[in-house]
């Protein structure tokens, strides 16, 4: 790979909390280089527009306390065509980028990967998703946060679950990832979690049911990921009403404010280990990676392998909630 002079950042997909530090440590990491950097605005869309702008050390300044991304966030479908990619090449090669940097989740490191392999381009993705999906790294930008926030929500429903004897089914996000749903249930103390990765063939409502309802114990929370290998929290809900209907229950839907709010300590810590080993990988030549953390240390994974690859909740929480429940 030729010697590195400048180098493009964006973010793409769904904002995740930590994406303003990443942005913050590959812009202050690769000025300690010496390279030129550009600001992506509004993701692989905003590449094919050259909506771009050289950032320098004060761009990033009091950002790291910042939710969302500074560099706006789009989703493309003319970036899914050959002819928008070639673009985006092109405005790339315009400005003299020689890598660009990709924060997102599966569909955002998907994208770097088509586009690294049609121009043999250097890529280096960061994981930033609040579902914590991606293959070969302990933990995503903005999972942590997301999870405080689900807890912060559910620890309120509590108090009016208890008031009236209700059942509460809460959806979190997630999508096929049940991360978020596991962990939040368990730190809450919600009677159950209904995830994706826990189809099997016994009804995860009437186990609940069986094991989370008792005379002693008439109001109850179980958080449900929204996958639709679920059926979502509403989907439970008519079952409860047609199937138990002495029992009172309630939906909330968490939506979009799990993705908002200040990042946590342990996110901004995250996201700038993970942007300056971001540009510490391609001054050694590395390409086409994905850089996450395994055991509290930096790894680099093949982006195939991050976005193809399953990484499943460990079967440890769904028994640990399961103890805990009774």
Same mark, same amino acid.
């Given at each position: 790979?030729?010697?590195?002079? /400048?180098?493009?950042?964006?973010? &793409?997909?769904?904002?995740?909390?930590?994406?303003?530090?990443? +942005?913050?440590? !590959? /812009?202050?990491?690769?000025? %300690?280089? $010496?390279?030129?950097?550009?600001?992506?605005?509004?993701?692989?869309?905003? #590449?094919? *527009?050259?909506?771009? /702008?050289?950032?320098?050390?004060?761009?990033?300044?009091?950002?790291?306390?910042?939710?969302?991304?500074?560099?706006?966030?789009?989703?493309?479908?003319?970036?899914?065509?050959?002819?928008?990619?070639?673009?985006?090449? *092109? =405005?790339?090669?315009?400005?003299?980028? @020689?890598?660009?940097?990709?924060?997102?989740? *599966?569909?955002?490191?998907?994208?770097?990967?088509?586009?690294?392999?049609?121009? @043999?381009?250097?890529?280096?993705? #960061?994981? $930033?998703?609040?579902? =914590? @999906?991606?293959?070969?790294?302990?933990?995503?930008?903005?999972?942590?946060?997301?999870? =405080?926030? +689900?807890?912060?929500?559910?620890?309120?429903?509590?108090?009016?679950?208890?008031?009236?004897?209700?059942?509460?089914?809460?959806?979190?996000?997630?999508?096929?990832?049940?991360? #978020?749903?596991?962990? &939040?249930?368990?730190?809450?103390?919600?009677?159950?979690?209904?995830?994706?990765?826990?189809?099997?063939?016994?009804?995860?409502?009437?186990?609940?049911?069986?094991?989370? +309802?008792?005379?002693?114990?008439?109001?109850?929370?179980?958080?449900?990921?929204? &996958?639709?290998? /679920?059926?979502?929290?509403? %989907?439970?809900?008519?079952?409860?009403?047609?199937?138990?209907?002495?029992?009172?229950?309630?939906?909330?839907?968490? $939506?979009?404010?799990?993705?908002?709010?200040?990042?946590?300590?342990? @996110?901004?810590?995250?996201?700038?280990?993970?942007?300056?080993?971001?540009?510490?990988?391609?001054?050694?030549?590395?390409? =086409?990676?994905?850089? $996450?953390?395994?055991?509290?240390?930096?790894?680099?994974?093949?982006?195939?392998?991050?976005?193809?690859?399953?990484?499943?909740?460990?079967?440890? !929480?769904?028994?640990? #909630?399961?103890?805990?429940?009774?």
């Amino acid at each position: 790979m030729k010697e590195v002079k /400048t180098i493009g950042i964006l973010t &793409s997909g769904g904002d995740a909390p930590g994406m303003n530090a990443c +942005i913050r440590a !590959l /812009t202050r990491g690769a000025i %300690h280089e $010496g390279w030129r950097v550009f600001g992506i605005y509004r993701g692989f869309e905003g #590449l094919i *527009n050259n909506e771009m /702008t050289e950032f320098t050390t004060e761009s990033v300044s009091n950002t790291i306390q910042r939710g969302g991304t500074i560099l706006k966030t789009a989703r493309s479908q003319e970036f899914m065509t050959y002819e928008g990619r070639q673009k985006a090449y *092109n =405005n790339l090669r315009e400005r003299g980028v @020689d890598a660009l940097f990709v924060i997102g989740g *599966n569909g955002s490191l998907a994208g770097a990967e088509q586009f690294a392999h049609d121009f @043999d381009f250097p890529c280096i993705g #960061l994981p $930033g998703t609040i579902d =914590n @999906d991606l293959y070969g790294t302990d933990s995503t930008i903005g999972y942590d946060t997301a999870l =405080n926030t +689900i807890v912060e929500a559910v620890d309120k429903i509590h108090d009016t679950a208890t008031s009236h004897d209700r059942i509460f089914f809460i959806e979190v996000m997630g999508r096929d990832a049940g991360f #978020l749903a596991q962990n &939040s249930a368990i730190a809450a103390g919600a009677e159950a979690a209904i995830i994706p990765e826990d189809q099997t063939d016994m009804d995860q409502l009437s186990t609940f049911i069986g094991r989370g +309802i008792r005379k002693s114990k008439n109001s109850s929370i179980v958080i449900v990921s929204e &996958s639709p290998k /679920t059926g979502g929290a509403m %989907h439970y809900a008519e079952r409860i009403r047609t199937e138990y209907p002495q029992y009172d229950v309630r939906v909330t839907i968490l $939506g979009y404010l799990q993705r908002g709010g200040t990042p946590t300590a342990f @996110d901004r810590i995250l996201a700038s280990r993970l942007g300056v080993a971001a540009i510490e990988a391609l001054k050694e030549g590395q390409r =086409n990676v994905m850089i $996450g953390i395994k055991n509290d240390e930096m790894t680099y994974v093949p982006i195939a392998k991050a976005i193809k690859k399953d990484k499943p909740v460990e079967k440890e !929480l769904i028994d640990v #909630l399961g103890i805990l429940s009774i």
